[in-house]
Every structure is written in C-alpha cells, then in structure tokens.
C-alpha cells in the first residue's frame, strides 16, 4: 500500500500528447550528459593514441545507447511529471557514476577491474530503471510492450559482456592479448545494441510527438558543442592565465568556427528535417526518427570531440610561451581537427539525404576543400591553421546562406507563421487567467 500511496502522493505518469516540447527536467537530467561528453574529451586528450581513440568512441557509443533508449522513453512519458522524475533521479545518478567511471573502463587489467566493474553496473541501473519506466508508460499497450521486451536480450548480452571484459583480462597473462580480448568485447557490445535497433523494425513503435524528438536531440547536440567550447577554454589552459595577444585570437577562432558549425545544421537542415518527421507518419516517421536522429547524430557528436580535442591542442601550442603564435602543430591535432569536421559535416550529410531526401553540392565541395587543406594545415603554424579551417567552415555557410537564399525564406516564413499560430493560441488559453476563468487539464 505504501507505494501505491507514494505514487498517490506525487501524482501518476503523464503521457506524452503530439504537440508536448522538452521540459525543463529533461534539460536538468542532459547535465550528466555534459559531464560525460567532457571527461571523454578530457581523458582522450590526455593522451592521443589510436587506441585511446577507439575507446572514446566506444565508450561514446555505448554512452549515446544509453541516451537513444533515455529519448525512447521520454517519447512516451513526461519525465517531469508526477513520480517519474523521482525515478529519474535515480536513473541520473545511476549515469553519472557510470560516466565519472569510463576513464577507467579501458584501464590496464593488471590493476583490477574495480572501474570496469562500476561502469557495468551503472550501465545495468541505467537500463533497468528506463526499461520499467517504459514498460509503465506503455502497460495498456500490448504490442508496444512486446516490443520493448524484445530488447531484453539484448540488454541481458550487452551487460554479461561488459562485465566478461572487466573480468577475464585480468586472468590472461599476456597484457597485449588480454587488451585485445577487452577491446573485442566492447566492440561486441556497441555491433549487438546498434544491430538490435536495427533488426527490430519499427512495427509495435510510436512517435507520438514529432516535436519532443527533434527538440530533445538538437539540444543535446547543442550541448556536445557547448562542451566543445568549455573543453577549448578549460584544456588550452586559457582560464586563470593572464590575457596575451595570443590566446584572443585563437578563443575568437574557436568561437567563430564552432558557431558557424552550429549554423551548418541549425539554420536550414534541422528545421527542415523537423517538419518531414513532422509530416511522415506511422512506421515511416519511426524508421526517419531512429536512422536520422538516434543514430546519425552519433558520428556528429563524435565529430564535436574529435574537433574540440584537436582544437584545444592548436590552442595550447598557441599560447604556450615556449612556442607562440608562429609554432607549428603537433602531433595529430590539425589531422583530429580538420577530420572531426568532416565527420561532423559528412554526417550531416547523410542526415539531410535520410530526412529531407536532397544532397547540396557546397556540403560535397566543403567535405573536398577539407580534405584538400588538411595537409596544407599540418605544415602551417598552428594559429594560420585554425585561422584556414575557420574560413573555410564561415564560407560555407556564407555561400549557402546567398545560394539558398529563397529556400531559406520560404522555409524561414512556415516557421515563423507555425510559431505565430503556437503564441496566438498560448496567449488566447492565458487571457482567461485574466479573466477569472479558471484553466482546466482539458483544455
């Protein structure tokens, strides 16, 4: 009785309706997920290898596995509505101990396996507690909750072989193939999860609110280039340092280029895409939903890391007095920024050609100046270097911004008359609160 009286207390689970926006919960819980993108970025800075780039991005992928089944949930039901967020909570700090734990996920086996184990065990309560949220919020919905049962396996494969990789390499002898047997694991776990999303169809699947989607997954994009702004101030040691002539142009190239980044996906692709989930229905808007945002966005964010790591490294030889601003680069930091663009662009690429069915030649072409320049970037110094990629990113969307002119208007009038429509109803359902008239939960 006492749970059904807690339940009572706080309220029951609210379900998703088409028009529902992100709440301010879903951005509080999107905290840890700054937390987990900027210790990967840290720790894979520390020390750039191939290795220790192969397990970011696994790391990585299995972090964005965990957010892709969080969204699969939030699809369904507020997360900040009535008990849910107390489960949430739960859920939260289940997944900032398994990020606070991914340094050491990959940490040699002779030392134990006390932080391979954490990030198993966080990975199991994260997926627990959004597996019985879900099944809650679909329990009068047979064939949605045959559907999420289905992934139990999975769950069940992935968690057994998370743990095997933090337990077996500290029985081999041999460090190398004790590496490789984790290493192996890892990728076995990240196949299984990404293979399963796509085995499983999207029959039994709804997408209720095209909107909450599309919101949830921009901001959490906009998050991974917010960090790439803090990994810049906070790794090129730019924070608590005396201000040099150095170190003002780099942070504005920074800045400028991520923004112009930032405006790539955001000032046409997005909003585009946004309204063909918005007109596809049924199984289409699911297959759209899952290929575009919950798996597309994944090398886009990997692009963000890759390109804030190499970025902060150009900073640090920017600014170091030993060096200054005519040092070359070092290392694989004009390769890991020039590349971690193209990976963030060519993927937006494919993001545009999976929603709105359209390949632009200025993407092709800036994917083949990139290319081209990257070479040219690792013989410059490290500012002229940072100074050419941001160029290249400002005239890009320059020359889209003139070239596509009339679509960006016309695109540009639906959404501002679809947000007008949206104000004029808020304000006309608000003015009652004027006029004494008290508002009901069904209007």
């Known amino acids: 009785m006492g749970r059904y009286r807690w339940r009572g207390t706080l309220g029951p689970a609210v379900p998703i309706a088409p028009g ?24 894979t800075a520390a020390n750039v290898t191939p290795r220790e780039l192969l397990h970011a991005l696994l790391v990585l992928a299995v972090l ?36 606070l734990a991914l340094p050491q996920a990959f940490e040699d086996p002779q030392h134990g396996g006390a932080g391979p184990m954490l990030v198993a065990a966080s990975y199991v309560a994260i997926r627990l507690v959004h597996l019985l949220l879900y099944l809650h919020a679909v329990r009068g919905k047979a064939n949605s909750r045959r559907k999420m049962l289905q992934f139990l396996p999975e769950m069940a494969i992935t968690t057994v072989l998370l743990i095997v990789a933090a337990v077996l390499p500290q029985h081999l002898d041999d460090p190398g193939l004790a590496a490789l047997v984790r290493d192996g694991l890892w990728v076995a776990v990240v196949v299984i999860q990404y293979g399963s999303g796509l085995l499983a169809g999207t029959w039994g699947w709804e997408l209720p609110s095209a909107e909450h989607w599309t919101e949830r997954y921009d901001l959490i994009l906009i998050i991974a280039l917010g960090e790439s702004v803090i990994s810049v101030g906070v790794g090129g040691n730019l924070l608590g340092k005396p201000v040099t002539w150095q170190a ?58 890759l390109f804030a790591i190499g970025a902060e490294e150009l900073i640090r030889v920017i600014t170091d007095p030993a060096g200054g601003v005519g040092e070359p680069a070092h290392g694989p ?71 596509f002119a009339d679509s960006r208007r016309a695109l540009r009038a639906v959404i501002l008359e679809e947000k007008t429509a949206h104000e004029a109803h808020e304000v006309a359902w608000r003015a009652r609160w004027h006029e004494g008239e008290p508002p009901t939960a069904m209007d």
């Open 20 to 43: 529902t926006r992100a709440d301010k919960f879903e951005l509080f819980f999107d905290l840890v997920f700054v937390v987990s993108f900027f210790i990967i970025t840290r720790a």
């Open 64 to 99: 964005w596995w965990c957010w892709v089944v969080h969204s699969v949930v939030a699809s369904r039901v507020r997360l900040g509505e009535g008990f849910v967020p107390v489960a949430m909570v739960l859920g939260m700090a289940a997944l900032f101990t398994f990020a």
């Open 248 to 305: 003002i142009p780099a942070a504005m190239l920074g800045i400028i280029f991520t923004a112009a980044l930032w405006w790539a996906h955001f000032d046409f692709v997005g909003p585009a895409a946004r309204i063909a989930l918005h007109a596809a229905r049924d199984g289409p808007r699911v297959a759209m939903a899952r290929d575009a945002y919950a798996y597309l966005y994944l090398p886009m964010i990997a692009g963000v890391i």
């Open 333 to 403: 930091a004009v390769p890991m920024l020039f590349g971690g663009v193209m990976l963030y662009l060519a993927a937006d690429l494919a993001f545009q050609l999976r929603t709105l069915r359209t390949v632009t030649w200025t993407r092709i072409g800036v994917l083949v100046v990139l290319a081209v320049a990257l070479p040219i970037g690792g013989e410059l110094p490290a500012l002229a270097a940072l100074a050419l990629l941001t160029a290249i990113c400002v005239a890009l969307v320059t020359i889209e911004a003139v070239v």
